[in-house]
T-cell receptor
Framework: GAGVSQSPSNKVTEKGKDVELRCDPI?????LYWYRQSLGQGLEFLIYFQGNSAPDKSGLPSDRFSAERTGGSVSTLTIQRTQQEDSAVYLC????????????FGPGTRLTVT | KNQVEQSPQSLIILEGKNCTLQ??????????LRWYKQDTGRGPVSLTI?????NTKSNGRYTATLDADTKQSSLHITASQLSDSASYIC????????????FGGGTRLMVKP
């Protein structure tokens, strides 16, 4: 079946502009996660959605970052007033339920802020 | 603070040889530990998931071990192949953090012919 998809695959934007990154999780998966992987760094947790519960936003690095998940499916990560340090690969993952269930990762969106 | 540390940071081995990657963690309370393989430019792909009660789990030529007492895990790769060249990431989940994952920095493995 279809895996997690993300768009765009690459995004180049100017400093100060807003960007939106999209994630389509696997159908039926209730949990959705956003991560960031900066060059040469490990993966960093950003935000977690579970069903209709309030999201866990504890990993968001600043108030310029926000995310929403509409209808319990597609999610959008928005970065306002982008900075050069926002340049990274943004990965989305979904799982059937949280916990031990496997998280399936999308291919990521490579964001470059010039 | 929850942390996951991996060693070595990088490793070069010859095709056909075995290798072992290490992971130490301080995540508490522990829920599960996962090993992922990440090819360059791709998202991570799961190799194994282990809960507290599991000591070892295999997936083909990959065998992961877990010692929950010492908070250590290892990933052993047998008879390495060129396609094993990738980053291997140890990820630990805590039960009280919305199952948020704490990622290690990864071990970059290069298998040479």
């Amino acid at each position: 079946g279809a895996g997690v998809s993300q768009s765009p695959s690459n995004k180049v934007t100017e400093k100060g502009k807003d960007v939106e990154l999209r994630c389509d999780p696997i159908s039926g998966h209730t949990a959705l996660y956003w991560y960031r992987q900066s060059l040469g760094q490990g993966l960093e947790f950003l935000i977690y959605f579970q069903g209709n519960s309030a999201p866990d936003k504890s990993g968001l690095p600043s108030d310029r970052f926000s995310a929403e998940r509409t209808g319990g499916s597609v999610s959008t990560l928005t970065i306002q007033r982008t900075q050069q340090e926002d340049s990274a690969v943004y990965l989305c993952a979904s799982s059937y339920t949280p916990g031990v269930y496997e998280q399936y990762f999308g291919p990521g969106t490579r964001l470059t802020v010039t | 603070k929850n942390q996951v540390e991996q060693s070595p940071q990088s490793l070069i081995i010859l095709e056909g040889k075995n290798c072992t990657l290490q992971c130490n963690y301080t995540v508490s309370p522990f829920s599960n530990l996962r090993w992922y393989k990440q090819d360059t430019g791709r998202g991570p792909v799961s190799l194994t998931i282990m809960t507290f009660s599991e000591n070892t789990k295999s997936n083909g030529r990959y065998t992961a071990t877990l010692d929950a007492d010492t908070k250590q895990s290892s990933l052993h790769i047998t008879a390495s192949q060129l396609s094993d060249s990738a980053s291997y990431i140890c990820v630990v989940s805590a039960t009280n953090a919305g199952n948020m994952l704490t990622f290690g920095g990864g071990t970059r493995l290069m298998v040479k012919p």
